[in-house]
């Protein structure tokens, strides 16, 4: 049973600041004219509940508990008739009407007008603690206004809130409500209270190690970072240790090196490349310290604990865009201090027994391998040198001929055509973790190997593309992505193959990438769902039978046209998360949400 502290003394005495500092429209709202109560929650067992890690995120508003009380207290003074702070919510009486947006960038938090609040509203609004960023100590002198009830209060006392606030197409600000009272006791009791709260929320974290790579997409990853993020991070009082890059690989390397066990999260300022870097050392320290050989093709490999937090300063931003829904800077800035944890898939892509890299968004062969490999002799061009290139690459219309076998990921619960993206607190993802972990069990057991027992698929063919994506893989040019229905943990990757057809139907497909139709709607298009595959070229197969071997008796043969299977055609290369892979023949397999980012996925637009 939750203690209730009535506030006594305060019956219509805390006021609201002036117009200029309320903010949070249907987050948060200032107290005014009624007397707050707060309810004081038992220390919770498991601090989580603020914010659960894993692909929920924190719990949505109704498991917090909070709702404005009305009308059910016992009377007087300490009746809860008014905005409350309650376990997991502060709750106040009606949202602030009218509209100012701020300032871009946290100097200057968005700030709305607003106009006096009437006691007896029966609307409310409220903001998950889990979701407010710091409280601290208003001094009353350091700004006058003219207006504000709050001057008529003999020796005010005040406090600030400092919380998220919602603003379109899925990005968050930082936004900020300011209470004042008369009475210290009272604002002291506040201050206290939630600061406890917040200090029991220990998914947050405390001390970030962040690389910035100065180079990366624009250029502008330092003056991002100490514009929009760094001001965040201190007012979250979150200390930091940075490293400016000056070479490749160099976040990669560090992390190989130093000990990561004082660090609550690893931070990259810059694009998917960046990301791309701190990924695989992150892995590849956490197999090292495992004693897991990554160069084995079956091996099961470790979860790493450390999150990983991405600050996008890119060109495409991949990575944010299919897990944040956005690629703004200050939206992950917030999701990184409030402690969001998202786990996503990882493929690791290997060759004749070596492992070559790891995958999280895109494996592309064939037109986008092409486009990747032309783009790097052009980087003199700047960011331009993509359209370039993709134009270059789309009119030589050239095509390929392999063998594709994959094996189907039938502990799935959803397919890359049902129209179900992947959203916050996915139950694809859930449903479909806990189906690969009873398989992992029974093979563990002895009772059955899932993999040796199911039946590979190959198909083979001219192809002018093939690609596989862990995401969605979306970004400004293309919303959808390249798999609009693609999911992040549910362990297993689509499979895209776009076969030979003419170049205006590979226009016509490549511009549904753009727009709501669905791209897999063509018969040159065929898309599976799965958990490991092979590829192997065509004038490679002899050299390469030992991947060729892949295929045994068990193999179901896709075949469209045999004769098609006898003609070579030069080889591509792999585009891997925009770097270039030059070994054709590749194996590739899903590892089930095997890392962890400061997200909590794309959240469902109200």
């Known amino acids: 049973m939750p203690k209730v502290t009535s506030l006594m003394g305060a019956h219509r005495q805390f006021q609201s600041l002036p117009p200029p500092t309320h903010d949070l429209s249907g987050s948060i709202s200032a107290l005014l004219g009624t007397q707050p109560v707060i309810t004081t929650p038992p220390r919770p067992a498991q601090p989580e509940r603020f914010g659960q890690p894993g692909l929920g995120g924190p719990g949505k508003e109704e498991e917090t508990w909070g709702t404005e009380r009305r009308g059910q207290g016992t009377g007087g003074a300490g009746d809860p008739r008014c905005g409350a702070l309650v376990p997991g919510v502060l709750s106040t009486p009606r949202p602030l009407a009218g509209n100012r947006p701020g300032a871009e960038g946290?100097?200057?938090?968005?700030?709305?007008?607003?106009?006096?609040?009437?006691?007896?509203?029966?609307?409310?609004?409220?903001?998950?603690?889990?979701?407010?960023?710091?409280?601290?100590?208003?001094d009353v002198h350091e700004k006058q206004s003219s207006s504000g009830r709050w001057q008529k209060m003999e020796n005010p006392?005040?406090?600030?809130?400092?919380?998220?606030?919602?603003?379109?197409?899925?990005?968050?600000?930082?936004?900020?409500?300011?209470?004042?009272?008369?009475?210290?006791?009272?604002?002291?009791?506040?201050?206290?209270?939630?600061?406890?709260?917040?200090?029991?929320?220990?998914?947050r974290p405390k001390h970030l190690l962040v690389f910035i790579n100065p180079f990366g997409g624009k250029g502008q990853g330092k003056r991002i970072y100490?514009?929009?993020?760094?001001?965040?991070?201190?007012?979250?009082?979150?200390?930091?240790?940075?490293?400016?890059?000056?070479?490749?690989?160099?976040?990669?390397?560090t992390l190989y090196e130093i000990n990561t066990d004082s660090y609550d999260g690893i931070v990259c300022v810059g694009g998917d490349g960046m990301f791309s870097e701190v990924l695989h050392g992150v892995i590849g320290r956490t197999q090292q310290s495992a004693g897991i050989d990554p160069?084995?093709?079956?091996?099961?490999?470790?979860?790493?604990?450390?999150?990983?937090?991405?600050?996008?300063?890119?060109?495409?931003?991949?990575?944010?865009?299919?897990?944040?829904g956005t690629n703004d800077?200050?939206?992950?800035?917030?999701?990184?201090?409030?402690?969001?944890?998202?786990?996503?898939?990882?493929?690791?892509?290997?060759h004749n027994s070596t492992l070559l890299?790891?995958?999280?968004?895109?494996?592309?062969?064939?037109?986008?391998?092409?486009?990747?490999?032309d783009s790097e002799k052009k980087?003199?061009?700047?960011?331009?040198?993509?359209?370039?290139?993709?134009?270059?690459?789309?009119?030589?219309?050239?095509?390929y001929e392999g063998t594709v076998s994959f094996l189907p990921a039938q502990h799935t619960v959803g397919s890359p055509r049902d129209k179900k993206p992947c959203r916050a607190g996915c139950f694809v993802c859930r449903q479909s973790k806990q189906q690969l972990e009873e398989e992992q069990k029974k093979a563990l057991y002895g009772l059955e190997n899932a993999e040796d027992m199911e039946e590979w698929q190959v198909v083979c063919g001219k192809f002018?593309?093939?690609?596989?994506?862990?995401?969605?893989?979306?970004?400004?040019?293309?919303?959808?992505?390249?798999?609009?229905?693609?999911?992040?943990?549910?362990?297993?990757?689509?499979?895209?193959?776009?076969?030979?057809?003419?170049?205006?139907?590979?226009?016509?497909?490549?511009?549904?990438?753009?727009?709501?139709?669905?791209?897999?709607?063509?018969?040159?298009?065929?898309v599976y769902r799965v958990k490991k595959f092979q590829f192997i070229s065509k004038h490679v197969e002899d050299e390469d039978s030992d991947l060729k071997e892949c295929g045994k008796q068990g193999f179901g043969q896709i075949c469209s046209d045999s004769s098609s299977c006898n003609y070579l055609a030069s080889r591509s290369s792999w585009n891997c998360d925009g770097e270039i892979l030059h070994s054709s023949a590749i194996e590739v397999r899903v590892h089930c949400q095997l890392v962890r980012l400061f997200a909590r996925g794309i959240e469902e637009v109200s």
């Open 379 to 399: 980087r003199w061009m700047g960011l331009i040198r993509y359209d370039f290139s993709g134009l270059k690459t789309f009119l030589s219309h050239q095509y």
């Open 157 to 203: 006392f005040a406090f600030t809130v400092h919380c998220v606030k919602r603003a379109s197409h899925h990005r968050w600000k930082w936004a900020q409500v300011t209470f004042w009272s008369s009475d210290e006791q009272l604002c002291h009791l506040w201050l206290q209270t939630l600061r406890e709260l917040l200090e029991s929320l220990t998914s």
């Open 295 to 324: 160069n084995h093709p079956r091996a099961v490999l470790v979860p790493s604990t450390l999150r990983i937090g991405i600050i996008p300063a890119g060109s495409t931003d991949c990575i944010c865009y299919s897990t944040v």
């Open 357 to 373: 890299r790891y995958s999280v968004s895109l494996l592309g062969y064939g037109f986008y391998g092409d486009l990747i490999k």
């Open 464 to 526: 002018l593309a093939i690609n596989a994506t862990n995401m969605s893989c979306a970004c400004p040019r293309s919303p959808g992505g390249l798999s609009p229905a693609a999911h992040l943990g549910d362990g297993s990757s689509d499979l895209i193959l776009i076969r030979k057809c003419s170049r205006f139907n590979f226009l016509r497909f490549l511009v549904r990438h753009t727009n709501q139709d669905d791209q897999f709607d063509f018969t040159f298009v065929e």
């Open 226 to 253: 100490e514009k929009k993020v760094a001001p965040l991070f201190s007012l979250a009082s979150i200390t930091t240790e940075i490293i400016i890059t000056e070479h490749a690989n160099q976040a990669k390397e």
């Open 329 to 350: 800077a200050e939206t992950s800035a917030l999701h990184i201090i409030v402690g969001d944890s998202l786990a996503i898939d990882v493929s690791s892509v290997h």
């Open 106 to 138: 946290p100097d200057t938090p968005g700030t709305e007008m607003t106009k006096p609040l009437e006691a007896g509203s029966t609307d409310a609004c409220s903001v998950p603690v889990s979701e407010i960023i710091a409280v601290e100590e208003r």
